[in-house]
């Protein structure tokens, strides 16, 4: 069966560091991935999509960034994080049949 | 483009009662539509989705939605609430087959809450 691990579950981190988030997916092949944000009391916002290896689409213009150097894995990543950054950051995978997401359990990011 | 409309921000429900959770979409082809469940500070899961055929889905946890195209709906409903159903639901309309598949805008979530 297929299973979505993110780390780490909950990140404090000042204001200016780097951040890097990750994200990997086992038990299937050629997934496409997913990063959103969810701000707190709100819905998701689709960052960034991946449908291969070094493919990232970004959605929304931000302080982050995506890489994807292996087929299932997917890394968030900020050289200098700012307060707005702070929420809730679920990874996604789905398949090209499937067409649902299956998601992680989180990464909870406060930037102080 | 497609977007997703939950119009109701809370519904509060006593246990036991029953519940209907409403999704209206916006989409130009026929519909992947689906619908969330999140527990506080964990990731989605799916309750349901609809691709085609019957237009009454049945999911888990004892949840079924209807398809609507008259109505562009998608609503979640539940005979008998349980305290435990207690959580936010999100509709999602997906972008069909291909290089987009998966790729789905979600409505801004229904928290629900349950009275015992």
């Known amino acids: 069966s297929q299973t979505i691990h993110q780390w780490p579950a909950t990140l404090v981190q000042p204001v200016g560091s780097p951040l890097s988030l990750e994200c990997t997916v086992e038990?299937?092949?050629?997934?496409?991935l997913y990063w959103y944000r969810q701000a707190a009391g709100r819905g998701l916002q689709l960052l960034f999509y991946?449908?291969?290896?070094?493919?990232i689409s970004s959605e929304v213009p931000q302080n982050l960034s995506a890489s994807r150097p292996q087929d299932r894995q997917f890394i968030l990543s900020s050289k200098k994080l700012l307060l707005s950054d702070s929420g809730f950051y679920l990874c996604?995978?789905?398949?090209?049949?499937?067409?649902?997401?299956?998601f992680g359990p989180g990464t909870r990011l406060t930037v102080l | 483009a497609q977007s997703v409309t939950q119009p109701d921000i809370h519904i509060t429900v006593s246990e036991g009662a029953s519940l209907e959770l409403r999704c209206n979409y916006s989409?130009?082809?026929?519909?992947?539509l689906f619908w969330y469940v999140q527990s506080p500070g964990q990731g989605l899961q799916l309750l349901l989705k609809?691709?085609?055929?019957?237009?009454l889905v049945q999911g888990i946890k004892g949840f079924e939605a209807e398809f609507k195209r008259s109505q562009s709906s998608f609503n979640l409903r539940k005979p008998s609430v349980h305290w435990s159903d207690a959580a936010e639901y999100f509709c999602?309309?997906?972008?069909?087959?291909?290089?987009?598949?998966?790729?789905?805008?979600f409505g801004d979530g229904t928290t629900l809450t349950v009275k015992p």
């Open positions: 996604a995978w789905s398949g090209l049949a499937a067409n649902e997401q299956f």
């Open positions: 038990g299937t092949s050629n997934p496409n």
């Open positions: 991946s449908v291969g290896i070094g493919q």
């Open positions: 989409y130009g082809a026929t519909p992947y």
């Open positions: 609809y691709f085609s055929g019957d237009t």
């Open positions: 999602a309309v997906g972008a069909g087959r291909g290089t987009n598949a998966g790729k789905s805008t």
